[in-house]
């Protein structure tokens, strides 16, 4: 067991991973799609082969810079992992690219969602399996490195009530515990504290889902998609799905966990005495959701009024249902569309805007939780900053309270969220760019640059006038938005702190 947690953090991902690959491969084996068993199967067979090599020839191998050592395997695991998963898949699906099977699998693993198969009938069930098992595991892995590498670096959000420079340490205890504990160690003892929690609510989901009359298949596929915030659906959504409105309950009662960090690691990272009801994640989630469902929702009341249509309460309440279900799923960055989204546009004449469903995507959830996005956390700090501005410009002589915690969350807080929210600006300026030279159309380009970088892929079917198909962009452009998902999932933040030179120092 001891070489086993000596082994780097990178090649105990690939273990995982093929050991993954038995999964669709027994569902193959019971649905009688033998073709996807058999693939399945030789992939976990070669690359339990390849990683038992690897794993010799790195065994006990000692970092020279955890922090370094640890990012660039995170940043491995997000970039060569969709390779190693993308080989049974495109065996599997046959009539297909490499790039394109590869491009899957990073909009899967980044818990993206955005897909080049949806066309009815083209996968079969166990490969849809396989593509919502890879994001669920990529959200499991958001969760563990959170709180094991990217809290104790002071980076993903963890910079705005940090009290030390990013990437240095968090200050304290957990500047401490990094600089002693093993990684490996660390690593195996946050995943076996969040794992089975993990675990246990995506059960819990799927079978609420199976009680309410969906199929247990589809179900297992939502369920991980809701818990990983990555809207991979084998059905295109919840449209067609059997429970309707009980089963988008359900599944709305699960987004809070993508909403602040304190729903599923309170306790682990020091934050043990603040209760959800005073956490500011969880506070301006709520505030953005009513005030966005408050406007849609009256938006199509005024069109009704101007057409003298008469709406009777059950068109109301579904109306209503819609909007909050589509405004706190894009939120979260999971995708998801209700059922009775598109309800009251044929009764107010009016079409949704997108740019609602855009905005709420690139604000995003909690710091620390599968959610992508600039966070609701950098959002309170600017916010609260600003409303510090204004009493000033009111009362130049006044004196801002709240405590050290909120002073800094103010001042070093809001200026780190600024600094983070102009990188997110020129990322998606220059992936738009990048994008446009590959002949994509403006508007196409830029809906596809928010979708990756706030990993919200089924944004492209709503944002734009028209239904965007992943499947119609070059294979350029498809290669520069894979890239964005990655720099999306770890956040540019991570990769500068990577690009520093004294991170590389002996």
Not at 462 to 472: C, R, T, W
């Amino acid at each position: 067991m001891n070489w086993i947690l000596k082994l780097p953090f990178f090649v105990a991902l690939m273990g995982l991973g093929a050991l993954a690959m038995l999964v669709p491969a027994a569902h193959g084996a019971v649905v009688e799609d033998f073709v996807a068993m058999r693939v399945f199967f030789y992939g976990f067979i070669l690359f339990s082969i390849l990683t038992l090599v690897v794993g010799l020839a790195t065994a006990g191998y000692a970092p020279l810079n955890v922090a370094r050592s640890q990012l660039i395997g995170l940043l491995s695991a997000f970039t060569v992992l969709p390779l190693i998963f993308a080989v049974p898949f495109y065996e599997a699906v046959g009539n297909t690219r490499f790039l394109d099977a590869w491009f899957e699998m990073v909009s899967s693993f980044t818990t993206t969602g955005a897909t080049l198969y949806d066309t009815y009938g083209r996968l079969t069930p166990s490969l849809h399996l396989w593509r919502a098992l890879v994001g669920w595991l990529g959200g499991l892995l958001v969760w563990v490195t959170a709180v094991s590498i990217f809290a104790p670096m002071n980076l993903g959000g963890f910079e705005v009530r940090a009290t030390t420079n990013i990437g240095n340490g968090a200050g304290g205890g957990l500047s401490q515990i990094a600089r002693i504990a093993d990684p490996s160690e660390r690593l195996v003892r946050y995943t076996l504290s969040l794992a089975p929690l993990y675990l246990g609510l995506t059960f819990l989901l799927w079978l609420g889902l199976v009680i309410t009359g969906e199929v247990p298949y589809v179900a297992l596929c939502h369920a991980m998609s809701t818990l990983a915030t990555s809207g991979i659906s084998p059905i295109n959504g919840l449209y067609y799905a059997a429970p309707r409105f009980w089963g988008e309950l359900l599944i709305f009662g699960f987004f809070i966990f993508a909403f602040s960090r304190l729903t599923f690691s309170r306790g682990l990272i020091g934050e043990g005495g603040q209760g959800l009801r005073r956490d500011p994640e969880f506070r301006t989630a709520l505030v953005l959701i009513g005030l966005v469902t408050a406007v849609l929702f009256l938006r199509h009341f005024v069109g009704a009024a101007d057409r003298q249509t008469i709406v009777t309460l059950q068109q109301t309440a579904a109306a209503f249902w819609g909007t909050l279900f589509t405004v706190t799923s894009f939120l979260t960055t999971t995708g998801f569309e209700s059922h009775y989204w598109g309800g009251a546009t044929r009764w107010s004449g009016l079409q949704t805007p997108g740019l609602f469903l855009a905005g709420m995507a690139l604000i995003g959830g909690g710091v620390a939780t599968t959610a992508g996005g600039v966070k609701l956390l950098r959002i309170y700090a600017l916010f609260r900053h600003s409303e510090r501005e204004q009493e000033r410009l009111l009362h130049p002589s006044s004196v801002g309270g709240g405590g050290r915690e909120a002073r800094r969350i103010r001042k070093q807080g809001a200026y780190i969220s600024w600094v983070f929210f102009m990188l997110f600006a020129l990322s998606i300026a220059a992936v738009m760019t990048l994008m446009s030279l590959t002949g994509v159309q403006f508007e196409t380009s830029m809906v596809l640059a928010v979708s990756a970088l706030s990993t919200t892929g089924p944004l492209a079917s709503v944002a734009a006038e028209y239904p965007i198909a992943y499947s119609g962009i070059p294979d350029p452009a498809k290669i520069i938005l894979a890239a964005a998902m990655v720099l999306g999932r770890l956040e540019t933040l991570a990769i500068i702190a990577l690009l520093n030179p004294e991170i590389w120092r002996r």
